[in-house]
């Protein structure tokens, strides 16, 4: 029913080949709440070693499209798979930064504390944490400028610091295939330069990074592949093909001024 009024076309069919090999493979991913369809028949194969935005207006699904294919929310359908495995399978491969509001700041543990968890897979939960972790958690924290805070409780750093110890714990857990939403949302330019630098080395190391990102300017500068939606997928794939201005204007409607769209996809297709 809710499909003929939303005139779905059917979902493209991943090939077994393509779907093994993808760092994530999504096949027609529905998700709602309380009824409501929110994302709505998303297809999307995520390339490896890819830095991927995922982009769309206020609303149109982009952490709902996060946390089902991290499979922290249920779906109405869909398949999703993470290095060909089911999501539950593949926990370990898998980084995740949240968005800021969803974190309880109270919680009492240090920025150090904080990293440490991202080790916690390697560890293993109910052993002991030894100063051998904690040496390698503080390393982490070095590599985003926030050593000298290790010490501190979360909830008494800024926002931008706050980024900087999720990113710190993103590090630590030494996935293949990361989430972010929007880890550049609140920050100051050093510390967004911090996270693109980050996020550059993780590419470099094979790596694939998933990352709502709402800045359309800097969309093209920092990623290399984008997922345009809009509760619906508006189109996927290298930033060049899908950062399109029929795509933008499809996906943002009359939101974006003519003029807006034609700098930005000037700037994806350099
Ligand atoms: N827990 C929830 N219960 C009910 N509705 C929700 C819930 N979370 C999100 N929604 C609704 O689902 C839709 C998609 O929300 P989502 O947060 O995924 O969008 P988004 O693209 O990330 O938005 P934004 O750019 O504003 O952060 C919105 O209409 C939102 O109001």
Same mark, same amino acid.
């Given at each position: 029913?809710?499909?003929?009024?939303?005139? #779905? +076309? *059917?979902?493209?069919?991943?090939?077994?080949?393509?779907?093994?090999?993808?760092?994530?493979?999504?096949?027609?991913?529905?998700?709602?709440? @309380? @009824?409501?369809?929110?994302?709505?028949?998303?297809?999307?194969?995520?390339?490896?070693?890819?830095?991927?935005?995922?982009?769309?207006?206020?609303?149109?699904?982009?952490?709902?499209?996060?946390?089902? $294919?991290?499979?922290?929310?249920?779906k109405?359908?869909?398949?999703?798979?993470?290095?060909?495995?089911?999501?539950?399978?593949?926990?370990?491969?898998?980084?995740?930064?949240?968005?800021?509001?969803?974190?309880?700041?109270?919680? *009492?543990?240090?920025?150090?504390?904080v990293?440490?968890?991202?080790?916690?897979?390697?560890?293993?939960?109910?052993?002991?944490?030894?100063?051998? @972790?904690? +040496?390698?958690a503080?390393?982490?924290?070095?590599?985003?400028?926030?050593?000298?805070?290790?010490d501190?409780?979360?909830?008494?750093?800024?926002?931008?610091?706050? +980024?900087?110890?999720?990113?710190?714990?993103?590090?630590? +857990?030494d996935?293949? #295939?990361?989430?972010?939403?929007? *880890?550049?949302?609140?920050?100051?330019?050093?510390t967004?330069? $911090?996270?693109?630098?980050?996020?550059?080395?993780?590419?470099?190391?094979?790596?694939?990074?998933?990352?709502?990102?709402?800045?359309?300017?800097?969309?093209?500068?920092?990623?290399?592949?984008?997922?345009? #939606?809009?509760?619906?997928p508006?189109?996927?794939?290298?930033?060049?093909?899908?950062?399109?201005?029929?795509?933008?204007?499809? $996906?943002?409607?009359?939101?974006?001024?003519?003029?807006?769209?034609?700098?930005?996809?000037?700037?994806?297709?350099?």
């Amino acid at each position: 029913m809710i499909a003929k009024l939303l005139k #779905l +076309q *059917p979902p493209k069919s991943l090939t077994s080949d393509e779907a093994k090999r993808a760092p994530l493979a999504i096949e027609g991913l529905s998700v709602a709440y @309380h @009824h409501k369809p929110v994302v709505w028949d998303l297809s999307f194969v995520a390339p490896e070693q890819g830095l991927v935005a995922v982009v769309g207006p206020n609303g149109a699904g982009k952490s709902t499209f996060i946390k089902a $294919a991290l499979g922290l929310i249920p779906k109405l359908s869909g398949e999703i798979t993470v290095y060909g495995k089911p999501v539950d399978q593949q926990r370990k491969l898998i980084g995740y930064v949240p968005q800021r509001g969803s974190v309880d700041w109270d919680f *009492p543990a240090s920025a150090l504390d904080v990293v440490t968890m991202g080790l916690y897979g390697k560890i293993g939960w109910l052993r002991p944490v030894r100063k051998a @972790h904690k +040496q390698e958690a503080l390393s982490y924290l070095e590599k985003v400028g926030m050593a000298d805070f290790a010490d501190r409780q979360i909830g008494q750093l800024s926002g931008g610091q706050q +980024q900087r110890v999720f990113l710190a714990r993103a590090l630590a +857990q030494d996935a293949l #295939l990361y989430f972010m939403d929007e *880890p550049f949302v609140g920050v100051d330019a050093a510390t967004e330069r $911090a996270i693109i630098n980050i996020l550059k080395r993780l590419k470099d190391q094979g790596k694939t990074v998933i990352c709502v990102h709402h800045d359309l300017q800097s969309a093209p500068d920092y990623f290399d592949h984008a997922l345009i #939606l809009n509760v619906r997928p508006v189109a996927s794939g290298p930033m060049a093909e899908a950062f399109t201005s029929e795509n933008l204007q499809r $996906a943002y409607g009359g939101r974006l001024a003519p003029s807006e769209l034609s700098g930005l996809v000037s700037m994806a297709s350099e």
